[in-house]
């Protein structure tokens, strides 16, 4: 069974400039998430998908960040325009359903200059 | 805050020894569940441990749950070199249907 596919694996960008994150979960799960992982720090639930629809965005920050999964599959997370602050690891996860076990992809390493 | 905290911080052992990590949440659970991270495999889910249930085995980790005290514990027991990683525990609240993450548990085993 495919895991969690995430790209890029690393991407480094200056302050203010925007960046895209791709996801593509297990087949067949129905719930993905979007984790940001600080140094240091457990994953912090950014965003939950229910195959299209936004489950919960709470920890979201709105005004520059934003996410969308294309028919229940794919996912993008965006940053537009980045902070220094959001220098961090993005977790990719999908799960049957909400309260099973998640399977976790490599992440993205982001560095903000 | 809602979130699973991991007790140690960090700890460091000598192979062959047991490692037991503790967790405590605040409010009710559906299940918790335990993961861990290191930089080889990313993170990965250990065990899931449901609000019903009192204790879990799988290998080497024993999982238990004490739901009036909101806690559980993560005990790996004949502890190798490879075991070093940091360990989450994540409970599933109920009131938020989500998982939260604390910080973890970061630990050295020494071979």
């Known amino acids: 069974e495919a895991g969690v596919a995430q790209s890029p694996r690393y991407k480094i960008i200056e302050k203010r400039q925007s960046v895209a994150f791709w996801c593509n979960p297990i087949s067949g799960h129905a719930t993905l998430y979007w984790y940001q992982q600080i140094l240091g720090q457990g994953p912090k639930l950014l965003i939950q998908f229910q195959n299209n629809g936004v489950v919960d965005d709470s920890q979201l920050p709105k005004d520059r960040f934003s996410a969308e999964r294309l028919k229940g599959v794919d996912s993008t997370l965006k940053i537009q325009p980045a902070k220094l602050e959001d220098s961090a690891v993005y977790l990719c996860?999908?799960?049957?359903?909400?309260?099973?076990?998640?399977?976790f992809g490599p992440g993205t390493r982001l560095t903000v200059l | 805050s809602q979130q699973g905290e991991e007790d140690p911080q960090a700890l460091s052992i000598q192979e062959g020894e047991n490692a037991t990590m503790n967790c405590s949440y605040k409010t009710s659970i559906n299940n918790l569940q335990w993961y861990r991270q290191n930089s080889g495999r990313g993170l990965v889910h250990l065990i899931l441990?449901?609000?019903?249930?009192r204790e879990k085995h799988s290998g080497r980790l024993r999982v238990t749950l004490d739901t009036s005290k909101k806690s559980s514990s993560l005990l790996i027991t004949a502890s190798r070199a490879a075991d070093t990683a940091s360990y989450f525990c994540a409970p599933w609240m109920d009131s938020s249907y989500k998982l939260i993450f604390g910080s973890g548990t970061r630990l050295l085993v020494r071979p």
């Open positions: 996860a999908s799960s049957l359903v909400g309260y099973n076990e998640q399977f």
């Open positions: 441990i449901r609000s019903n249930e």
